[in-house]
């Protein structure tokens, strides 16, 4: 068998990272790895383990816009064609599909050959794209418990195996949690769509806390450029110590260090504060598709690992009194982090690679119907 994998992710981190996780994972095994993505997600691909990079053309369209669903149908369908041509040349063993636009191509490129196929979902609610390959690819994995919006049977077969994580994070599940003594470390995280939000709120939230507490407090704050002066002001007015930056490239080592995160409940960021095991507050994005962030961040506040804030019931009072119930209470925070490192799947990255491994060396359903019509 040609040990080659493709992995075909994009668009954003939340789709990268576990990308990279497996393909760092499959390496170790012997595999060679090529990545098939987008130009979006070639700006977090700097240091994916692969040999060859595979732009394939994708695009995407709004619901109820017919000519944009036309023209990014013949974008997809170049795409395709692509993805066809440099798996002759290739002749991956196995197409592993993360979800999103950009790995739609590869996976019908690989179906369309009869290629073994994988997809993964991280969220706890089946993607479009995912939704439209699932009934279609040769084995579906999952990240959650619970995966939403999927038929039953695609659910009946799918393999719960969690959301990788890069190996820096996974480090963080041996590491105990110390709750706070003197000083008390909230990092703020704000993802990569409806950042200004957090961005805005958690200072002047954090401003609103009693002055002994303030005192206390070092923040590591995640900020959208034009929010970075207004946050560090307030913070400076509050004398409250801070460090902010538009984007933390060792987020393993801030949440190392951290008593308490707020942030989004994107699937990267549930799952990395499953297996760090910290306390966290988190706020869903509303406009996220189908409310998956909403479905993501229920895993966690039913294990007591988080306290949950809808963006409609959001206020700076409300944050600031969330904070403060939690900050000055550091047996709940122990309580907090032992729940959320209880539905933690540390060795995701592994089971998904021994997942991948055993479709390589199985048959596709298209080639068992090959097999069936020449009985």
């Given amino acids: 068998m040609n040990k080659l994998v493709v992995v075909a992710a994009g ?15 499959l390496a170790a095994r012997g595999w060679r790895v090529v990545l098939a993505t987008d130009e979006r997600g070639a700006l977090y691909a700097d240091k994916f383990p692969a040999q060859e990079r595979l732009a394939l053309s994708a695009a995407t369209a709004k619901a109820g816009d017919p000519i944009g669903m036309i023209k990014a149908g013949f974008v997809v369908a170049q795409g395709v064609l692509q993805a066809r041509s440099a798996f002759k040349r290739l002749d991956p063993a196995v197409v592993v599909g993360f979800g999103g636009y950009p790995a739609l191509p590869a996976l019908l490129g690989a179906l369309s050959q009869g290629r073994p196929t994988v997809i993964h979902e991280q969220n706890a609610v089946l993607g479009r794209v995912n939704r439209f390959l699932a009934s279609r690819v040769t084995e579906v994995a999952c990240a959650f418990p619970t995966l939403e919006m999927a038929p039953g049977r695609v659910k009946a077969r799918a393999h719960v195996v969690g959301n990788p994580v890069r190996p820096q994070v996974r480090a963080l599940f041996d590491v105990p949690y110390l709750p706070p003594e003197v000083q008390l470390r909230i990092l703020v995280t704000g993802g990569s769509q409806g950042a200004r939000l957090l961005s805005e709120l958690i200072p002047e939230a954090i401003a609103k806390l009693p002055e002994e507490m303030r005192g206390r407090l070092k923040v590591f704050q995640q900020a959208r450029a034009e929010s970075m002066e207004h946050a560090r002001k307030v ?16 987020m ?106 055993r479709t390589a060396g199985g048959l596709t359903h298209s080639r068992v119907a090959i097999l069936f019509s020449l009985l």
């Fill in 11 to 25: 668009g954003t981190g939340g789709h990268l990272f576990p990308a990279q996780a497996l393909a760092e994972t």
């Fill in 235 to 250: 913070y400076r007015n509050a004398m409250v110590d801070c460090e902010v930056a538009p984007f933390f490239r060792d």
């Fill in 252 to 357: 393993a080592g801030y949440l190392r260090q951290a008593h308490l995160v707020v942030g989004r409940s994107g699937a990267s960021t549930c799952t990395e504060l499953a297996v760090a095991g910290r306390p966290s507050i988190l706020v869903p994005l509303k406009i996220a598709a189908d409310d998956h962030q909403r479905f993501n961040a229920r895993l966690l506040e039913e294990a007591g690992g988080a306290a949950v804030c809808l963006e409609d019931e959001l206020t700076v009072d409300a944050m600031a009194g969330a904070l403060n119930a939690l900050l000055k209470n550091p047996e709940r925070l122990a309580r907090m982090a032992d729940g959320a490192r209880s539905v933690a799947t540390p060795d995701a990255a592994e089971r998904l690679a021994d997942l991948v491994e």
